[in-house]
């Protein structure tokens, strides 16, 4: 474990993980205790900063999209949300009534609750009336409904096959529960919005190395160059310790912490 830290040089989520095997196999399969990892020198986690784009430049990614990645990247940016939250959304969880978004099971196990913005209700209202009508022609034609969590569909099977539990993106084709091993219909694969959002950036002759995630940096930053307040800023991206969320107070778009360097006073 010291050799990983100090000569192989790995981050501490790799020795963290060498090392949960190694207490793991030990402690539960040999039945023995392993007093001398206490003296292992640790890899230390370094902290860096989020990448942030500017307002201009994510404009100019969002305007290399077009289709469920152009909505998809909408709500990263619009509602703070994470790649895999914005793909499990369901129908039920789009609340255009009070312009709120209800994300369940999230980071933690946690359900909270985001703004909607009012700019993507209208393209987001003509995909579910779309996507409705696909619903009814899957539901005449018997096609099978979608995923659902394991307990749920033991004791509500027939949620599957009801609008509200719909995905707002779903996948095209249908693929294999891997709870009941019968033919379902799942979300979006992540893949295929993060290869869009990379090609993007790239069209957009963006330099930094920039992903489906940076739109949530770039929700917390920009807000906070508002004025909104931090603890709020906490709430909507779900952050269970508000350290978390000011990190975005060193990304800020004021120059180094907002300080005016004394060479620019002089000069």
């Not at 039945?31 to 640790?42: C, G, I, K, M, S």
């Not at 002759?205 to 940076?214: D, L, R």
Request: charged share 20%; with cysteine; glycine share 6%.
């Amino acid at each position: 474990m010291t050799h990983l830290a100090v000569d192989a040089h790995v981050s501490a989520s790799t020795q963290n993980q060498a090392l949960q095997a190694l207490l793991f196999l030990y402690r539960c399969v040999l039945e023995a205790d392993l007093p001398w990892l206490r003296n292992v020198t640790r890899a230390r986690r370094q902290m860096r900063l989020p990448v942030v784009l500017s307002v201009a430049e994510v404009h100019g990614v969002l305007a290399q999209l077009d289709g469920t990645p152009w909505l998809v990247a909408n709500l990263l940016y619009g509602s703070g949300l994470r790649l895999m939250e914005a793909l499990q959304l369901r129908v039920k969880d789009v609340v255009m009534e009070r312009a709120e978004l209800i994300v369940r099971d999230a980071k933690g196990g946690r359900d909270r609750v985001t703004v909607l913005p009012t700019s993507i209700m209208q393209p987001l209202r003509v995909h579910l009336e779309k996507l409705h009508l696909r619903f009814n022609q899957q539901r005449a034609s018997g096609d099978p409904g979608v995923s659902l969590p394991s307990s749920l569909a033991q004791k509500f099977p027939h949620y599957s096959k009801q609008w509200g539990w719909h995905y707002v993106f779903p996948a095209a084709s249908l693929c294999e529960d891997v709870y009941s091993g019968q033919p379902i219909r799942h979300h979006v694969h992540e893949k295929a919005i993060q290869r869009a959002v990379s090609a993007a950036v790239r069209s957009a002759g963006i330099k930094q190395p920039a992903s489906c995630h940076t739109f949530r940096h770039c929700f917390a930053t920009h807000l906070l160059e508002a004025g909104c307040d931090i603890r709020t800023i906490q709430e909507l991206l779900g952050h269970a310790d508000v350290r978390t969320t000011m990190i975005y107070t060193h990304v800020l778009g004021k120059g180094c912490l907002g300080v005016k360097s004394p060479l620019d006073r002089m000069v």
